[in-house]
């Protein structure tokens, strides 16, 4: 994690200070690939570290401040689009504020725990238990110690070897259905497009309103998706995984829909009415895509 933040950092400086096109996108590239290295690591970092009680609160706590960030990148948005004179800082500054939660991290980094299961893999047996004290009841720790223990011994004795253990995800089904869920589940979340809202709202925004609205609604849009993480927050222990993957699935596949019928079936595409209706419309998809 501490890796990835360092490449968010420098290539942020790449990308705002670039003096071409393609030094631009190349540190949006670098910028990526720091990503990359973090957000994998980080659920499962949280949910080593959370005890099982809480560890779906925890785990959604991630996309709650995922949304945060995109709140205040939101908000530098509509501040730097407000001072015309600041020229060309004004898309500098928005692409700079990505280095405070990297530095952030890295400064806070050293007061965190490592993984205790991490420690057990590598025979660290006393440190894990060391950290686990810190963060759990101590009546609870010798057992959690003697779980992992156990798991990770069971995990050694029937390790095939490499070669073999990828063989299995084509041989074995009760292997492969899994792997074959867990693609399904992030390809399902990339599919929804939400990436796609996140990238292109704006623009059909700005077919309707000025620039300082169309940065008011990202604002708005921000706020309302800390809302409804929130819920997702709540709910998640309470209600269960599947029942909220399935709820908002269904909500999410109506409301696109809804949003292609309003836009194709208006009659005015630039209307004030067309952009508060979409506007409204993808606002619900949000409180849906949330809590998935």
Not at 35 to 47: A, K, N, R, S
Not at 71 to 96: D, F, K
Not at 279 to 292: G, M
Request: aromatic share 12%; hydrophobic share 50%.
């Amino acid at each position: 994690m501490a890796i990835g933040c360092v490449f968010v950092i420098g290539f942020t400086f790449m990308q705002a200070f670039a003096s071409n096109y393609m030094i631009h996108v190349l540190g949006r590239g670098g910028i990526g690939l720091g990503q990359g290295l973090m957000l994998p690591i980080g659920p499962i970092y949280l949910g080593e570290l959370a005890p099982k009680e809480i560890r779906g609160t925890m785990m959604s706590l991630w996309q709650l401040f995922y949304s945060v960030g995109a709140l205040l990148s939101y908000v530098v948005g509509l501040v730097t689009t407000n001072e015309p004179s600041l020229g060309n800082w004004q898309w500098r500054w928005v692409i700079l504020c990505q280095v405070a939660a990297p530095i952030i991290f890295l400064v806070s980094i050293g007061f965190c725990p490592e993984s205790p299961r991490w420690m057990i893999l590598k025979g660290r047996n006393d440190e894990a238990r060391n950290i686990l004290l810190k963060i759990r009841a101590e009546e609870d720790v010798e057992m959690e110690v003697e779980e992992m223990i156990t798991v990770i011994e069971q995990g050694r004795a029937s390790n095939p070897g490499t070669f073999a253990a990828y063989k299995m995800i084509f041989t074995q089904w009760n292997i492969a259905k899994r792997l074959l869920m867990v693609m399904l589940i992030n390809f399902g979340q990339q599919a929804t497009g939400q990436n796609s809202l996140n990238n292109y709202s704006s623009q059909i925004y700005k077919t309707i309103f000025d620039q300082n609205t169309v940065s008011i609604i990202n604002v708005c849009n921000a706020v309302f998706g800390i809302l409804f993480t929130l819920n997702s927050t709540i709910f998640v222990d309470r209600v269960g995984r599947i029942k909220l993957f399935v709820g908002g699935a269904i909500g999410m596949a109506i409301c696109s829909a809804l949003a292609a019928i309003v836009y194709d079936t208006a009659a005015d595409k630039k209307s004030y009415g067309l952009g508060v209706g979409l506007a409204v419309i993808l606002f619900l998809f949000i409180f849906f895509y949330k809590p998935t």
